[in-house]
């Protein structure tokens, strides 16, 4: 029903910013929430944020607040996540996901990202 494309991975150096981009298809409603999370070797899926598709409202971990931003472009279906002052310990593999009321059922594939100090 739901199908997301990620992309934006990389290494960078501490301090340094990215933005990930998920491309989303299928059918996307005002009432889905859109959510990013993470995950580092040998640990457990951490949530990152989320953003409601209508942009009516975000929500942020406190280990991420006020430097990683969440946005979606209605108009070319993509959801992003802007990470500013990145750190080590935010090295993970990236996940975007679609909760369309019955939970995250939708998940893309995950995009590196690897911040060295």
């Known amino acids: 029903q739901v199908q997301l494309v990620e992309s934006g991975g990389g290494l960078v150096q501490a301090g340094d910013s990215l933005r990930l981009s998920c491309a989303v298809s299928?059918?996307?409603?005002?009432?889905?929430?859109m959510g990013w999370f993470r995950q580092a070797p040998g640990k457990e899926r951490e949530f990152v944020g989320s953003?409601?598709?209508?942009?009516?409202?975000?929500y942020y971990a406190d280990s991420v607040k006020g430097r990683f931003t969440i946005s979606r472009d209605t108009a070319k279906n993509t959801v992003y996540l802007q990470m500013n002052s990145l750190r080590p310990d935010d090295t993970a593999v990236y996940y975007c996901?679609?909760?369309?009321?019955?939970?995250?059922?939708?998940w893309g594939q995950g995009t590196q990202v690897t911040v060295s100090s």
């Open positions: 996901a679609a909760n369309g009321g019955a939970g995250w059922r939708y």
């Open positions: 299928g059918r996307t409603f005002s009432t889905y929430t």
């Open positions: 953003i409601r598709w209508s942009g009516e409202w975000t």
